[in-house]
C-alpha cells in the first residue's frame, strides 16, 4: 500500500503520520504509480485530521489504514479537508482530475458530503462511506456509485427514540447542531419517540458553550434529555450540563459517548445510555481480532469511526479481489454482495446500497482506569432506513 499524506500540519499529527509512514516503508517502496493489475485501485481520502472533530477522521484514517496493511494493491492518497466545505471539494477537484483516482472515501461531515459526494460520483468515481449518511443521498439522490459503509445518518437517533419509549420518557428535549446531520438527528429520533418534547432546538456547528441551551433544558419541564453533538462539541456540552446540577436522564448516539470522547468526558457520562451499531465487546473474529489489532497498532482503544473506517477498507479489498474497479458494473455487484468479515457481525446492503443492520444500546462504564462502553440491549434489529423506497437506482 503507498501512503501519501498532506496538508497535516499539526506538530502532534506530523508525529503520527511518520509513524505510519515507517510503518509501512516497506510496502511504499515497491508500491507502483501506474498499476497495470486490474485487482489494484487508486484511492483518495478526503477526512478531517485537524482543528475541531481531528479525532473522528483520524480514527476512521487509522481504522481504514490497519485493515490495508500489507495490502500492495491499494494506493491510497490522505488529505485534510479541515472540516470545511470549500477545502474539501477543491481536494475532490484535485484526487479526481490530478491524482486519477478510483475510489473516494473519508469525508466525516454530511455538510461535506453533500459538497463532494453528487459531483464526484457523476463524474463515475465510486464514493465509499466511512461515516456520513445524509438523508438526500439516501432517497431520490441515491446513486450507483454511492455506498454508505456507516449507517443512514437517521439510524442512532431512531434506536435512541426506541429506547426513550421503553423507559417512559414523556417530555424529551431534543438539540442537535445545524447541519444536515443534525436535522437527520431529530427526525431520526422523532420518527420512533412517542411522547412529547419538551423543546427542541438546533445549535451552532463547533458550538462551545451551552449555558443558553442548558438555562432552556432547566425551565422546560422536560423528563429527558436527548442530543446529538458529535466531537468537541459533545465533550463541551456534558461537561458544563453536569456542572449544571440538572438531574435528568440523558440518552444520545453513540457520537457524543465514543471512546475518543469519553476519556475527555469523564465521570459526567458514567450511566448514559448510547446507541451503535458497534461495540468492542460485539463477540465475533473479526471484532476482536479487529479490537486487539487497533490496540497493539495504536495504543488506544478503538472507536466506533475506527471501525466504520476498518470495515470500509476490507469491504474494498473483497471487491478488489474478485474483480476490476475499471469494470464498473462488475465492481458495484462485487461491493453490493459485501463478502466480507464485517467487525459488526451480519452486515448487507439494501437497494440504496445503505446498511441492513442492528442497532444497539450501550452504557458508559468504567473498566480499570478507561470510561468505555458495553451492550445492554439491542435497539433495532436488522434495521435499514426511511428513505430506501424513495431510491429509484
Not at 206 to 229: N, T
Request: overall charge negative; proline content about 3%; hydrophobic content about 40%.
Amino acid at each position: 500500500m503507498r501512503i501519501l499524506l498532506t496538508a497535516l500540519n499539526m506538530f502532534w499529527e506530523e508525529q503520527k503520520v511518520k509513524k505510519l509512514i515507517s510503518m509501512f516503508a516497506l510496502s511504499a517502496v515497491i508500491a507502483l504509480p501506474v498499476f497495470a493489475d486490474d485487482h489494484k485501485a487508486k484511492v483518495g481520502m478526503i477526512t478531517t485530521l485537524s482543528g475541531g472533530g481531528s479525532g473522528l477522521g483520524i480514527d476512521v484514517r487509522d481504522g481504514f489504514l490497519l485493515a490495508l496493511k500489507g495490502n500492495n494493491d491499494i494506493e491510497v492518497v490522505i488529505e485534510d479537508d479541515q472540516r470545511k466545505p470549500d477545502i474539501a471539494v477543491q481536494l475532490a477537484d484535485k484526487m479526481i482530475q490530478s491524482e486519477k483516482v478510483d475510489i473516494l472515501t473519508g469525508i466525516i461531515w454530511s455538510n461535506l458530503a453533500m459538497a463532494v459526494v453528487p459531483a464526484a460520483v457523476n463524474q463515475g468515481k465510486i464514493y465509499l462511506s466511512p461515516n456520513a449518511g445524509p438523508s438526500a443521498l439516501a432517497g431520490a439522490g441515491c446513486h450507483k456509485n454511492y455506498f454508505n459503509v456507516a449507517w443512514q445518518n437517521d439510524n442512532l437517533h431512531e434506536a435512541a427514540g426506541g429506547y426513550a419509549n421503553s423507559e417512559g420518557y414523556k417530555n424529551s428535549f431534543i438539540m442537535a447542531p445545524n447541519y444536515p446531520a443534525g436535522k437527520d438527528a431529530l427526525t431520526g429520533y422523532k420518527r420512533f419517540y412517542e411522547g412529547e418534547l419538551a423543546g427542541e432546538i438546533y445549535t451552532k456547528l463547533g458550538q462551545k458553550d451551552y449555558a443558553a441551551e442548558i438555562a432552556q433544558i432547566r425551565a422546560s419541564g422536560a423528563d429527558s434529555v436527548f442530543f446529538f453533538l458529535p466531537g468537541g462539541m459533545g465533550i463541551g456540552f456534558m461537561k458544563q450540563f453536569a456542572q449544571s446540577g440538572i438531574d435528568l436522564p440523558v440518552v444520545g448516539p453513540a457520537f457524543s459517548f465514543d471512546q475518543g470522547i469519553l476519556q475527555a468526558v469523564g465521570a459526567a457520562a458514567m450511566g448514559v445510555k448510547n446507541t451503535s451499531q458497534w461495540s468492542k465487546d460485539l463477540d465475533n473474529d473479526a471484532n476482536v481480532k479487529f479490537v486487539a489489532d487497533f490496540q497493539a497498532e495504536y495504543g488506544r482503544l478503538p472507536s466506533l469511526y475506527a471501525s466504520q473506517g476498518y470495515d470500509t477498507a476490507n469491504l474494498l479489498a473483497s471487491a478488489l479481489k474478485t474483480t476490476s474497479v475499471n469494470d464498473q458494473d462488475a465492481f458495484r455487484k462485487a461491493l453490493k454482495k459485501a463478502d466480507f468479515a464485517s467487525t459488526r457481525g451480519s452486515f448487507s446492503f439494501d437497494t440504496n446500497n445503505h446498511p441492513i443492520q442492528d442497532i444497539y444500546v450501550r452504557e458508559v462504564i468504567k473498566e480499570g482506569d478507561i470510561f468505555t462502553n458495553k451492550i445492554v440491549a439491542t435497539g433495532l434489529k436488522d434495521r435499514s432506513n426511511a428513505y430506501v423506497s424513495e431510491c429509484k437506482m
